[in-house]
Structures are given as C-alpha cells and as structure tokens.
C-alpha cells in the first residue's frame, strides 16, 4: 500500500468514526528521572472503533530522548527508524551521537478490540527535570488508523491526547554511572541478582549475573536482548580436550526454588556486534525473558576488564 493510500484512509476514519469513548494510548509508568534509562509500557486498550482489532502501533519519539529500543513482542514485528540532527548528542556515558531513534513500530501482530495489550520500551532520557515529553502514537486497525497526537495545555484534556511521560524534577540520578550493584529486579517469581558486564574495547562481551527462583515451576532463560548490542546470545562454557570453548545454547535452565549462576567460566549472555565499547562505570539496558515468568529489563553496570563478581557484592571465588 502507497503512503498516500495510507495518509486518504486515515484522514477519512479520522473525519467520520472517532467515537467519544476511545480509550487513550497511555504510558504506564509515565513518571521518569531525568538521565535514566527508563523502562516504561504504551498501554493500548480499544481499537480504533468500529470493533476492529489493532494491526500496528508506531510512536514517535521525541527530542529529549536520546536512545529507545522496543521490547520484543510475540507475534508483532518491529521497525526502527532513525533521524540524523544537525548536533551530535550525548546517547549515553559521553558516547556522542548524530543518529537516534527517531519512531519505532510494532505491527504483523493482532490486539482484538475490547482488550488491551502493553508494548515496552526503553528510553534513554536527557538530563531535563522538570519536563514533559509527549510520544505521539498512531494506531493501526483493520481498515483504519486513529492518531493519538494531541498535546493537552495544562488543565486540559484532548480528546486524542499523546501518550505523555512527565521526568521529575529532581537531579539525575548517578547511581548509575558508578557501577554499584544495583537492587534485584524480578520477571514473576524470578530475581534477576547482581548483574555485570566486563570493560571490552572489542565487539563482543559478556554479562554475569544470578537467576534465583522463587517460585516452585522450573524455568528457563529463552532470550536476552540489548540496544548496545546487534545481537545477544546465551552461551556455556564446554571442555575440549584441554580448551574452554563457548557455545550458543537454546536457553538457560533455572531450577525451582533454585539458582542458576551466570558467571565467568560457565553460563554467561554473550554481547555481539557491540555498537560502543563497553567503558568500566558506564552501564546499559539488558532484555531477559522467560520461558514463564516473562520480560524484565535489567540495567548492567560496567565493570573492569577481567572482574569475576558484581562489586559490592559478595566476594566469590572461582
Ligand atoms: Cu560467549
């Protein structure tokens, strides 16, 4: 389909069948703190009316964002789209940048109307307080397409309102940039423990952390994923006569009431076709998901070349 086909149907569903009760394109959660690495959803509830199921999701990301990557999604593909600006900006610990992301659109998938459905997202926020940032989002449906674009003044309501993130006004949070271990983060019943990458100048790394279930269902890590990464896989270490050889696995096996280390030497998530290199008290976004428990987004602090434990943590020995 042309884009001026696309552009005629939306104007005419725009014009003739937007009913009172949509219900609004919400980010959730929408408060964010200034310079972080913000995890946050687009909640899609109804169709665009008529009773049509949604095909496509496809959010603009603003100025003010200086790196998004989407969550992967079962059943809906993904695009990117980038933008140069005429100044390079900071995307991330000093790396300077003049291509961001400009929009990313999940579509090929189907949300019936009447249920909704989360698409996440990682955002890379610039050091603003204070600010609001509107992610206009256009809506897909079988046979038309409803744009959520509005920016509502204060006091206001819009009809087809933005989704809006509001970033706090409060100082950008530095915990992030001295590689401390950070707080255990869960995907269901799983803790995601002391997470860790080592300081690589080269294209590959890897990332150390422990998978503690609490939960009485066995599970497996199927997936990792990175936007500092073109590809991200799960490896072992296996015995070749007198070698240590990594090999790609399907998937991670983590134990009921159980732990699974990743670690140096065993078990690890192998960091591929790296876009920066990895520069010790720096940190990035890391995707797991689970067989059950689902997504979780872990942030990984960076730590030196060679280090065999999260620092700060307890000192193990190999
Ligand atoms: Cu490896």
């Not at 997470?195 to 080269?202: K, L, Q, S």
């Not at 497996?220 to 994923?225: E, P, S, T």
């Not at 942030?299 to 020995?317: I, L």
């Amino acid at each position: 389909m042309s884009m001026l086909k696309i552009a005629g149907a939306a104007a005419l569903v725009t014009l003739v069948s937007v009913p009172a009760a949509l219900a609004h394109i919400v980010a959730d959660p929408a408060e964010a703190k200034p310079g972080s690495y913000f995890r946050t959803a687009l909640r899609v509830g109804h169709g665009c009316g008529a009773g049509k199921p949604t095909t496509a999701i496809r959010v603009t990301i603003p100025a003010g964002v200086v790196n998004a990557s989407a969550q992967p999604k079962a059943g809906w593909e993904i695009k990117v789209e980038t933008s140069k600006l005429e100044e390079p900006v900071d995307a991330g610990h000093g790396r300077m940048t003049d291509t961001v992301v400009s929009a990313i659109t999940w579509s090929g998938g189907s949300l019936p109307n009447e249920q909704f459905d989360e698409f996440g997202l990682v955002l890379k926020l610039s050091d603003a307080p204070g600010k609001q940032l509107a992610l206009p989002v256009v809506q897909t449906c079988a046979g038309g397409e409803t744009r959520w674009d509005q920016i509502p003044a204060a006091g206001q309501r819009a009809e087809r309102p933005a989704a809006l993130i509001r970033i706090a006004d409060t100082k950008p949070d530095a915990a992030h940039h001295h590689g401390h271990a950070a707080a255990a983060v869960k995907a269901g019943d799983i803790a995601v423990e002391q997470p860790f990458a080592r300081a690589t100048p080269a294209k590959v790394g890897g990332v150390f952390l422990t998978l503690r279930n609490g939960g009485g269902t066995a599970d497996r890590l199927v997936k990792a994923a990175s936007p500092v990464a073109e590809s991200v896989e799960l490896h072992t270490h296996i015995k070749d006569g007198d070698a240590m050889r990594m090999r790609a696995v399907e998937n991670i096996p983590v134990p009921a009431h159980g732990q699974t280390a990743l670690e140096p030497g065993g078990y690890h998530i192998m960091l591929i076709g790296l876009k920066q290199a990895l520069k010790e008290g720096g940190s990035f976004p890391l995707t797991l998901t689970f067989e059950k428990a689902g997504s979780v987004t872990v942030t990984v602090p960076v730590q030196k070349a060679g280090a065999s434990a999260a620092s700060g943590g307890h000192d193990h020995k190999h």
